[in-house]
């Protein structure tokens, strides 16, 4: 039996916008390739194509070079294997907690009872039982994240996209929240790829971390994500363990932040 494809397949991808001002080389020549259940990072500066890069994979771009493929097949438009967080929850203030976290479901058409039994489920899951039937104003940015969360597993995905999800929140719900979405995630198998320029969140919940450079953006470099614990130890516990630094450091060099101004 042939060798399973690679979950995300992405073969010298070019990416230019064209709009009034002229072209915009936002990705260049860039390939990777994602086994089914890993969990990658992908880190670069503002504006080095890091959003453009997950739009290609959710489908709702297509390259302007190269190839984009999901299980091995060429990526022809937005898929149901896919779900997505961003940064802003985008919950509708006038639907209740269980009404948002079925959105997706409901735009797909899918079974609303099955979908509501789901979305319930998972709620309960993450703390929000309670508040099933609340507005989104009612909750905090933590508590609104995990509903952004719920609405995205709830459609089953088997890819979940992160396009730094946690950039809004404060930094100890952030820590909190980053570290539950990794264990849920690992929890469900499933494959995912998280977008931040945050470095010590990448190494702290990816088993590998790809670095961008600045735009346009290609694959600067690689790096596995490796803890001597014999289990990966969750992404507060990593924070503490000795290889953290090293990791940092190394993404750190490689990122060449520099202060402008
Ligand atoms: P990142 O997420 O890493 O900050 P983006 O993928 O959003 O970067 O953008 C990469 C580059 O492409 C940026 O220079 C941005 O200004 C440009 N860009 C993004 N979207 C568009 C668009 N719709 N039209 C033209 N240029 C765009
Ligand atoms: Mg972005």
């Known amino acids: 039996m042939a060798a399973a494809p690679p979950k995300v397949e992405l073969r010298n991808v070019n990416l230019r916008y064209f709009g009034l001002e002229g072209e915009t080389e936002a990705l260049k020549d860039v390939s990777m390739s994602i086994t089914p259940g890993e969990f990658v990072a992908i880190i670069g500066q503002s504006g080095c194509g890091k959003s453009t890069l997950l739009s290609l ?28 967080m961003l940064q802003q929850d985008y919950l509708f203030e006038w639907r209740t907690i269980l009404e948002n976290a079925v959105l997706g479901a409901e735009i797909q058409g899918a079974d609303m009872g099955k979908a509501r039994a789901r979305a319930t489920a998972l709620l ?20 609104r994240q995990r509903v952004a969360l719920a609405r995205t597993l709830c459609t089953e995905p088997d890819i979940v996209l992160l396009d730094e999800p946690f950039a809004a929140l404060d930094s100890q719900t952030r820590l909190a929240l980053s570290d ?14 998280l977008v931040t320029h945050d470095i010590g969140e990448a190494v702290s919940m990816a088993e590998r971390v790809i670095v961008l450079s600045r735009r346009p953006g290609r694959v600067k470099s690689d ?25 940092f450091n190394r993404l750190w060099q490689e990122l060449e932040v520099h202060v402008e101004g």
């Not at 489908?59 to 438009?77: E, H, Q």
């Not at 929000?128 to 909750?139: A, D, I, S, T, V």
């Open 57 to 84: 994979i959710s489908g709702i771009l297509m390259p302007t070079g190269g190839a984009v493929l999901l299980d091995g097949r060429a990526v022809a438009g937005p898929s149901r294997k896919v779900g997505y």
């Open 124 to 143: 309960t899951r993450y703390g929000l039982g309670q508040f099933l039937h609340h507005l989104p104003r009612q909750l905090s940015g933590g508590m």
């Open 180 to 193: 539950e979405v990794a264990v849920i995630l690992r929890r469900e198998k499933k494959t995912a790829i």
């Open 223 to 247: 790096h596995a994500i490796r803890f001597a614990a014999a289990e990966r130890p969750t992404p507060l516990a990593a924070r503490n363990a000795p290889e953290f630094n090293t990791y």
